[in-house]
């Protein structure tokens, strides 16, 4: 257990349909990291929060929004849902606002879009 | 911008021998490094980091990457592989220019056959 903490584990929805990613960080960390893995595109760095603020924007789209809460966990909405939005999306933690002791990854929330 | 290259897709092993797995970056200045691995349905474990000094760095579960400026590589490898090391490995850049946030390589799938 690496102490980030993702759910739901699978999601299957419909094309159009809008989900919600949860993550909750590793105790004392106050950064969240969201990225997106898929088989075409490898792992995508999507956004980034630091204690409750936006701090740097990856190749997200304009469809995905995400924001940090008050007690640090973290939501990825994800709307108008398309069958190229499925893949793997992990978050992750770090102590400060620049990961520079690496991330520690939760085990990820698996999108299926039909 | 930093990318990080990593050569070979897939590699094959037999228990018992050496593992070298590479990896080289396109940064100016010496970024941060880090090697990750992904067991099926699981997320990114931390193996190893790389920050300054000595650049042979020691990681968890027997894992070494040594940093070489001149090739701008950094590395990874384990005298011998064992059958749970059959996994994805990932290496990872940050970069003091963006804040740190990680560029991942497209990862190299190692298998390990008896």
């Known amino acids: 257990d690496s102490g980030v903490t993702q759910t739901p584990k699978h999601l299957i929805t419909a094309t159009g349909q809008r989900v919600t990613l949860r993550c909750s960080p590793r105790s004392g960390d106050l950064s969240v990291y969201w990225y997106q893995q898929s088989l075409d595109q490898g792992l995508q760095f999507l956004i980034q929060?630091?204690?409750?603020?936006?701090?740097a924007k990856g190749n997200i789209l304009e469809r995905f929004s995400a924001q940090q809460f008050p007690d640090l966990h973290s939501e990825l909405n994800l709307s108008s849902l398309e069958l190229g939005d499925s893949a793997l999306y992990f978050c992750?933690?770090?102590?400060?606002?620049?990961?520079?002791?690496?991330?520690?990854f939760g085990s990820g929330t698996r999108l299926t879009v039909v | 911008a930093q990318s990080v290259t990593q050569p070979d897709i897939h590699i094959t092993v037999s228990e018992g021998a050496s593992l070298e797995l590479r990896c080289n970056y396109s940064y100016g200045a010496t970024p941060y490094l880090f090697w990750y691995v992904q067991s099926p349905g699981q997320g990114l474990q931390l193996l190893l980091k790389?920050?300054?000094?000595?650049?042979l760095v020691q990681g968890i579960k027997g894992f070494e990457a040594e940093f070489k400026r001149s090739q701008s590589s950094f590395n990874l490898r384990k005298p011998s592989v064992h059958w749970s090391d059959a996994a994805e490995y990932f290496c990872?850049?940050?970069?003091?220019?963006?804040?740190?946030?990680?560029?991942f390589g497209a990862g190299t799938t190692v298998t390990v056959r008896a």
């Open positions: 990872a850049v940050g970069a003091r220019s963006n804040d740190y946030k990680l560029s």
């Open positions: 929060y630091y204690n409750g603020e936006e701090r």
């Open positions: 992750a933690s770090s102590r400060g606002d620049r990961g520079a002791d690496g991330y520690t």
């Open positions: 790389y920050f300054s000094g000595d650049t």
